[in-house]
């Protein structure tokens, strides 16, 4: 208790320890020079009067708050919500609190959410950007003082960060030429907008493989744009209502998946009979659909972990030089990948 | 840009303008007690430096971070993604930041969250917990200083907190009348630990119309636990094996939903042909079952931003009294709750 009746202070446990107010600080700090028996004086007032440091005042003194700063393009997409509880864990082993914030997919917020951490001292950042071509937010980035890791985003002219990327365009490659083998030669693919890293390398493995097997480019069959139910279910309905539709249906995104399937049932189209279809990571929706659906799938836990890792690297080694890490993609073959069906 | 040629400091905007420092600090602080002329140049010469104020410190003035705390007990389940990302919305209209911080279900996290949020001086605690039994949490909650809003809990002995409550109640005896009505006699329900406040009410319910149909309590048929994936996988398992099964199930949360689908694909036994089944909460999974799932539904976004109403009220006038707003619940009538199958 305090002497005074309230909330004790810092003078009152240097008092009791017998101690000058710096070396309270100094331990409070994990100041190196510090004896063990000063620390435990401390430490043992500090005990005794149930005094709370003031992190907001120690992360100011000391320039730190122990925190990072997570930014999410779309919290509502359970891939995310993944991939930031496994870094969490990681991080929270380490010391690390974890403020996370979302943009909801609008660039303009990922710049307000980059600035907002900046300024509140956060001592690392981890990023999922909606757009990485938005001059404002690369800007917001390259001011932060501290480590910065992308995850699954090229910024080229960010020199100071770290990059978690998935490796999307194996996984794409063999989901179509997987098709293919099926007798597929109309495929579609509904993935996000080019400006994100993903979606453009989903739609040039897509295109490689078509070149490779001497196909045309299906210009009307790729749809890209967002990766929201909404964008997912509408471009489904066009291009199974066109003149020519599409065999085999590529979603790349667990999101676009639930619009995919929202616009198959309005239509009286199923899956798995009379078109085949594969989505990008696999979420319950996926696995226990009727019939279960072929996934493009990644580690997404590692992913997160990943991040968290290469944070901690520079957080506990300033001069560490930023890092790149690349993860694979598999293809988990399920029953929603039929052959052509013959009308 | 600054003079010196670092960052600006406070000391230059004051030069530049030919004002006093405290003048400065007074319009960063909207103290109303300046005129509008001195506010303007404070702010011309703020916007010609590029001057930015340091938020940890200027939160440390003020006692005040403009940052509302969000605790939330599982960032997996997509509804308390959707609750947050309305929240958020809410208050960032009101100028508040929000960090969230996810206990990942561990009662001990919880109390640990919300202290490492009050020491960051959050000026508001928004939060979801896991066990509103669980005495440190209440003791931690009890000591934070600004308005306090509890999600679908209660915590008698928090005269500070505010709540959003879920009518759990109705929703939970028209599923039960419902599957009467259709002749089921022999209906489970899994669901979460008594220990929240959803579960409870739930099982009461369950037993009520139990009751006024002067059935017997099933007390085999009922599981209470945990909301995670893999109790509602187990529960459903033991008890379509046992001696005398259920012929109606009722999965008490999306995510239990997710384990109970799991078993009965492992069983080989179909929901609304071999088992009527009901869930709480609609979400994709539910929506793109075949057969849809009947649920009992509620407007969650509605409950993130009446959450976020009640911090606002309370934060914009520390006089307000704490109070408590009940949303309802609706069943949404669907193919998977079918008659008795006669076998």
Redesign the interface.
């Known amino acids: 208790m305090s002497e005074a009746g309230g909330r004790p202070t810092i003078k009152e446990v240097a008092r009791r320890a017998g101690v000058a107010l710096s070396s309270v600080s100094r331990v409070l700090n994990d100041h190196p020079d510090v004896s063990e028996s000063m620390r435990a004086r401390v430490h043992e007032s500090i005990t005794a009067l149930g005094y709370?440091?003031?992190?907001?005042?120690a992360?100011?003194r000391r320039g730190s708050?122990r925190?990072v700063g997570f930014i999410v393009a779309d919290?509502?997409?359970?891939l995310y919500?993944?991939i930031?509880?496994a870094a969490?864990?990681e991080l929270g082993g380490a010391g690390y609190?974890?403020?996370?914030?979302?943009s909801?997919s609008e660039a303009e917020r990922d710049e307000e959410m980059a600035r907002?951490l900046r300024?509140?001292?956060v001592d690392a950042l981890i990023v999922s950007l909606t757009d990485e071509t938005h001059p404002g937010v690369i800007e917001e980035l390259a001011r932060f003082d501290g480590p910065v890791v992308l995850l699954d985003r090229q910024v080229p002219d960010l020199r100071n960060a770290s990059t978690v990327e998935t490796d999307h365009g194996t996984g794409m490659k063999r989901a179509t030429r997987h098709l293919m083998e099926l007798g597929h030669e109309r495929i579609a693919l509904i993935t996000g907008p080019l400006e994100a890293r993903p979606s453009a390398q989903r739609v040039k493995a897509f295109l490689d493989v078509h070149r490779e097997n001497g196909l045309e480019y299906p210009e009307d069959l790729v749809r890209t744009g967002s990766f929201e139910?909404g964008f997912g279910e509408g471009s489904t309905s066009e291009l199974l209502q066109a003149d020519r539709p599409p065999t085999a249906l590529i979603a790349g995104g667990n999101q676009l998946l639930?619009g995919v399937?929202?616009s198959l049932?309005g239509l009286g189209i199923e899956a798995g009979r009379d078109l085949a279809l594969i989505s990008c990571d696999d979420v319950?929706?996926s696995?226990?659909?009727?019939p279960p659906i072929t996934v493009i799938d990644r580690d997404i836990e590692e992913f997160g972990r990943a991040g968290a890792r290469l944070a901690l690297e520079r957080l506990s080694d300033p001069d560490a030089a930023p890092r790149k890490v690349v993860l694979p993609t598999s293809l988990v073959l399920r029953e929603s990948t039929v052959r052509v069906p013959s009308h």
């Open positions: 709370e440091p003031n992190l907001l005042a992360g100011l708050s925190t919290l509502r997409n359970p919500a993944s930031v509880t969490q864990r609190a974890v403020v996370i914030t979302s909801n907002g300024l509140r001292q139910p639930t399937l929202r049932r319950p929706l696995e226990l659909h009727t």
